[in-house]
């Protein structure tokens, strides 16, 4: 069993990733980055901010983590305000949704998974594809109470996401020289500095740092630094390790073109250190 567990211990510096920038008109605008881009079938982050786009409904062929720092992403039946995190099982169909306000979120897949919009399947066969059992989770910080993270003094956490089968999503407020010690990640964790720091392997990690851990046994901690630190904590359970096919990487180099107004150049998507 353990032997198929994947080892993965990769850790990115947001503040060093460069942007890239599409003007889609009208006030419409996205600036992204590519964090973590499935190489070699590891896992994915994107980070985004957007302006005036609305997403048609969809779905992601692995698990899927939103993860919303601020602004405001309005769904159907539901509203979130960050921070806020919404979740999907492989091949689970949503939207559409809209943003609004400050938006900015992070989209995390633990393995490579492509994007298909409902739009694009034509026939009962393909639409056999969306997971109708699949789960659809979402919670809001403002929703969660503040409680101890057993076995870890100096540590309390509130719970915007918990399911039975192991999916959960948690912000983590550590005072200084809290260790923050977690069980092994076998289906694969995010965690996410938002405030303060923390040290890994010697490594001191400041705020916006991105890690994505998987592994049959415990992980090497996070202990955090002298003010203290907030992390954000996104585990996976038995539905990542299903994926099927596509990655975020291709979706990108299709869909940001796409998005682009037309103009005299050639092209509106900028890069931007």
């Not at 059992?133 to 409680?147: C, F, M, S």
């Not at 916006?208 to 203290?228: D, I, N």
């Not at 096919?245 to 037309?262: F, H, N, Q």
């Amino acid at each position: 069993m353990e032997e198929s567990v994947p080892n993965h211990d990769l850790v990115a510096d947001l503040k060093r990733i460069p942007w890239t920038h599409v003007d889609g008109g009208e006030g419409k605008t996205i600036d992204s980055q590519l964090i973590f881009d499935g190489a070699d079938g590891g896992p994915e982050a994107t980070r985004a901010k957007i302006k005036g786009f609305v997403s048609d409904p969809h779905f992601h062929r692995g698990s899927q983590f939103q993860l919303l720092l601020s602004g405001l992403m309005q769904f159907p039946t539901f509203r979130m305000e960050g921070v806020a995190v919404h979740y999907t099982d492989h091949c689970v169909a949503y939207g559409p949704h809209s943003r609004a306000g400050d938006h900015d979120f992070l989209v995390v897949h633990a393995k490579p998974a492509g994007l298909t919009r409902l739009r694009d399947l034509t026939n009962n066969e393909m639409r056999s594809e969306i997971n109708r059992k699949g789960r659809h989770l979402h919670g809001n910080e403002r929703d969660a109470k503040p409680e101890p993270v057993p076995g870890c003094p100096g540590a309390i956490q509130k719970t915007l996401i918990s399911d039975d089968r192991g999916v959960t999503a948690k912000i983590v407020e550590c005072s200084a020289g809290t260790t923050l010690t977690l069980d092994a990640p076998v289906y694969g964790r995010f965690e996410l500095i938002t405030k303060g720091s923390a040290r890994l392997n010697g490594k001191d990690l400041g705020e916006e740092t991105l890690r994505f851990v998987w592994s049959a046994t415990p992980a090497a901690p996070l202990k955090c630094g002298p003010q203290g630190a907030t992390i954000i904590v996104l585990t996976y359970d038995d539905d990542a390790v299903r994926s099927y096919g596509g990655s975020l990487r291709e979706d990108l180099k299709i869909v940001l073109p796409k998005m682009a107004a037309p103009t005299r150049e050639e092209g509106s998507v900028t890069q931007v250190q």
